[in-house]
Nanobody
């Protein structure tokens, strides 16, 4: 399967910037998309941005981060980045990396299966 590890979180002042990184390992050729989600205390986990691994899909952003956040991918390094600019206190949350894909069997003896993998999260705190 595919595993993901996040890094890059920290404490930043309002208006500042951070870049999060997510490194995927394992059967990375099976990936269909990767993305970032976040969850603040007392709130539901929400999608921030997603990016497909092929050109057939589209990049999606949450309305609350459009124009401020940018998701990108380095296919050679199996890494997805989230560049966060003009950060606001309401952006404070635990940010999770997500990986989605399908493993296809090579032969009739193997049944294809879908997976949805989450990292452990990296904390982003925006405070003056």
């Amino acid at each position: 399967q595919v595993d993901v590890v996040e890094s890059g979180g920290g404490l930043v002042q309002p208006g500042g910037s951070l870049r999060l990184s997510c490194v995927a390992s394992g059967r990375t050729a099976s990936l269909s998309s990767m993305g970032w989600y976040r969850q603040a205390p007392g709130k539901q986990r929400e999608a921030v941005a997603t990016i497909p691994t092929t050109s057939t899909g589209s990049i999606n952003y949450a309305d609350s981060v459009k124009g401020r956040f940018t998701i990108s991918r380095d296919s050679a390094k199996n890494t997805v980045y989230l560049q966060m600019n003009n950060l606001k206190p309401e952006d404070t949350a635990l940010y999770y990396c997500n990986a989605v894909g399908t493993v296809y069997g090579s032969g009739a003896a193997v049944i294809p299966y879908d997976y949805n993998t989450w990292g452990q999260g990296t904390q982003v705190t925006v405070s003056a």
